[in-house]
């Protein structure tokens, strides 16, 4: 079992940064492809960014390619994810998750395992 916990939210203004953290145990990291998520109020939970287990290949949703960078640290078990020049469309619940040894389909939230709870991002104009 693993557990994910993010941390990192928070509010900014349009045209901001912020890095979100998502802290894993319990399980073997390296062998996870991780991925962020996000959902906004009385949408689905969307796709925004993954990392490979392998660490050599990154997926971006268009809405943030060239604004949010992701990474890890196999070391310290955490995913990353700098977001800058965020707008309020950016406004969400992000979630970290967890999925073990998968290298496609890695926009599908049904192809991951562990979910984290969630950290509050909100941009204002």
Same mark, same amino acid.
């Given at each position: %079992? #693993? %557990?994910?916990?993010? $941390? ?8 901001? @940064?912020?890095?979100? $953290? ?6 073997? &990291? @390296?062998?996870? +492809?991780?991925?962020?998520? =996000? ?5 689905? =939970? ?12 990154? *997926?971006?949703?268009? $809405?943030?390619?060239? =604004? &949010?960078?992701? $990474? =890890?640290?196999? /070391? ?5 994810? %700098?977001?800058? @020049? ?5 406004? /969400? #619940?992000?979630?970290?998750? /967890?999925? &073990?040894?998968?290298?496609? /389909?890695? +926009?599908?939230?049904?192809? *991951?395992? &562990? ?8 941009? @204002?104009?």
């Amino acid at each position: %079992q #693993v %557990q994910l916990v993010e $941390s990192g939210g928070g509010l900014v203004q349009a045209g901001g @940064s912020l890095r979100l $953290s998502c802290a894993a145990s319990g399980g073997t &990291f @390296s062998s996870y +492809t991780m991925g962020w998520f =996000r959902q906004a109020p009385g949408k689905e =939970r969307e796709f925004v960014s993954a990392i490979t287990w392998t660490g050599t290949n990154t *997926y971006y949703a268009d $809405s943030v390619k060239g =604004r &949010f960078t992701i $990474s =890890r640290d196999n /070391a310290k078990n955490t995913v990353y994810l %700098q977001m800058n @020049s965020l707008k309020p469309e950016d406004t /969400a #619940v992000y979630y970290c998750a /967890a999925a &073990f040894l998968i290298t496609v /389909a890695v +926009t599908r939230p049904s192809e *991951y395992d &562990f979910w984290g709870q969630g950290t509050q991002v909100t941009v @204002s104009s």
